[in-house]
């Protein structure tokens, strides 16, 4: 098993609170891998406008610290950098609110993510490396992780 199945493994398990449980309500180690997971996941399937739209939102106040929480400070920058340009006059109190207002992008904005999706794909950061160590270190919520044969 490799770091990258172990860790969908445990997404997929009862360790994670990642959509069982309301954000909010979840510890910091929870919070950071719940983050995460959806940022990574979201991005990668439709960019910063799709995290933005979709109820992994919810995870946008708190995306930098999870990515500094991991030892992960230029892909924390990306996304601070994709909140502020979306959301020029501050990021909106509430999910349904970001999602209302990721659905009416300019194109200008638009343009502006679609460059910072291009800088998160390029993975400044080995996301799945620094995700297995933070999740390891943190035995009393997420359980004993499986030996995995990755260097």
């Not at 069982?20 to 510890?27: G, V, Y």
């Not at 959806?38 to 399937?45: K, Q, V, Y």
Request: glycine content about 4%.
């Amino acid at each position: 098993m490799n770091k990258n199945s172990a860790l969908i493994d445990l997404s997929e398990s009862e360790r994670t609170k990642f959509g069982k449980e309301d954000f909010s309500a979840q510890s910091f180690p929870q919070k950071v891998f719940s983050a995460i997971w959806a940022a990574e996941s979201e991005i990668n399937n439709g960019g910063f406008a799709q995290y933005f739209q979709n109820t992994s939102c919810e995870t946008a106040p708190f995306v930098f610290e999870a990515f500094e929480a991991i030892d992960a400070p230029r892909t924390a920058d990306i996304c601070r950098r994709a909140v502020a340009g979306a959301f020029p006059g501050g990021l909106p109190s509430t999910p349904e609110a970001i999602s209302s207002a990721a659905a009416d992008f300019t194109d200008d904005i638009t343009e502006q993510l679609e460059a910072l999706d291009s800088e998160f794909f390029q993975y400044p950061h080995n996301l799945t490396d620094l995700l297995f160590i933070f999740v390891s270190k943190h035995p009393e919520e997420f359980g004993p992780l499986p030996e995995v044969d990755d260097a």
